[in-house]
């Protein structure tokens, strides 16, 4: 972990850099990676064809990232990193911002530590491509 899933409303398509807002989502909440492993992130970009979005006017648009991280990390480290995050999706977006009505949200929940099961051999692979555990993708 951390997982992040960046859901857009799919009228965002034409206007939206997608793989721009996934790397700049992961790279805001990894940081120097001491607080979240860039081993662990799996960033989604998720179109959302079906929606309502207020009073269902046809140029209303939302990009809404969930941030699901383990347990284990204060307050302080969460509030800054969901701020981070925050901040830089609102960047990038401006210029989208600027010219349709939009929703931009952050929201950070904790995984259930009994019920998270997973494995990974990422950072095997990492090591073999020369790239070290904390670089910023």
């Known amino acids: 972990m951390p997982h992040?899933?960046?859901?857009?409303?799919?009228?965002?398509?034409?206007?939206?850099?997608?793989?721009?807002?996934?790397?700049?989502?992961?790279?805001?909440?990894?940081?120097?990676g001491t607080?979240?492993?860039?081993?662990?992130?799996?960033?989604?970009?998720?179109?959302v064809a079906n929606y309502l979005i207020v009073d269902g006017h046809p140029d209303n648009a939302f990009v809404h990232v969930l941030l699901r991280i383990a347990k284990g990390r204060?307050?302080?480290?969460?509030?800054?990193?969901?701020?981070?995050?925050?901040?830089a999706a609102k960047a990038l977006l401006a210029p989208v911002t600027a010219a349709r009505p939009l929703g931009i949200s952050v929201q950070m929940e904790e995984a259930d530590e009994t019920l998270n099961f997973k494995t990974s051999n990422y950072r095997e692979y990492l090591k073999q491509r020369g790239l070290p555990e904390k670089v910023v993708a």
Not at 17 to 29: C, F, G, R
Not at 37 to 47: L, M
Not at 74 to 87: C, I, M, N, P, T
């Open 4 to 32: 992040i899933w960046v859901e857009y409303s799919s009228n965002l398509e034409a206007s939206l850099d997608v793989p721009a807002l996934l790397k700049t989502v992961q790279d805001a909440l990894i940081g120097d």
């Open 35 to 47: 607080v979240f492993p860039f081993a662990g992130a799996r960033t989604r970009g998720v179109p």
């Open 74 to 87: 204060s307050e302080a480290d969460k509030k800054e990193a969901a701020g981070r995050v925050f901040a």
